[in-house]
């Protein structure tokens, strides 16, 4: 069995929207418009794919950077997926910091009435660092509902006025000490700071970290070391679907070289923990 931590449905809309976040990046792996847009599915398709490849659960992470990038979130699109197909889809609030008291209401009103699981920002699109007192109402939000956070990490390639100051592993590290409770993952395992984040994670055991679509880049085989070694409960699977298309990162992770039970601890077994509270 398999949970996929970072899932976006590739359906038409949801791929509408990730091209205008990420065209560059999209064009510079030499795809048009065109040619990204071809790859979308119907949510049927979708949902009969990730069962025939045994994905018992998929977390379908929300984006909010309205403020800065006057992109709409995606939350009731999140919300939509997960109510038509709930033992399988697993939604995470979109937070825009620079909404402040607004988006506090909207994580509770999301959290305790439309049945998402967690809350999840994006400090580079937000142009904020991530231990910037604009987020701590979140952070404190969070732990007042028991849910986790996934803190978006990652170079978010040729987007527009994004540095990657503003999700720096010292960060974490601060934020992890302010909340000790709080459910901690960080996406794309805040790449290239490879060892600043397995340290993080190594001293807090709030911090997790997924890998999604860095698996194979330069460093990352220390990624792989300390996953064999002392981060075996801190890593968690996750595909970064469609960025990556989630078969292929399957088929990646069953050739990764990780311990038996280290594969089967970040494939599932940790993540059915992680899950419990």
Known sequence: MIIDFRFRPNTIDVLENFYRVFEKAINAMGMSKAEYLAQAQTIEEIVDGLQRNHVVKAVIVGRDIETTFSIPNNNDEVRAFCEQYPNLFCGFVGADPHKEKHT??????????????????????????????????IYSECC???VPIIITGGPARF????LLRNCHPEQIDRIANDF??????????????????????????????ELSEYELFPQSNSYLEAANTILKERILFASAHPGVNYKKAIALYEKLPLHDDVRENI??????????K
């Not at 987007?159 to 994004?162: E, F, G, Q, Y």
């Not at 494939?267 to 419990?276: A, G, P, T």
């Open 159 to 162: 987007t527009k006025n994004t």
């Open 267 to 276: 494939m599932w077994k940790m993540q059915n923990r992680f899950w419990k």
């Open 104 to 137: 506090i209401k909207d994580i509770t009103h999301r959290i305790k009435n439309e049945g998402f699981s967690g809350v999840a920002i994006d400090p580079l699109h937000a142009r904020i660092q991530a231990d910037d007192e604009k987020y701590y109402p």
């Open 144 to 146: 007042n509902l028991n």
């Open 180 to 209: 000790p409770a709080l459910k901690i993952v960080i996406s794309h395992g805040a790449w290239p700071f490879v060892n600043e984040m397995i340290g993080v994670s190594y001293r807090h055991t709030n911090v997790y970290m």
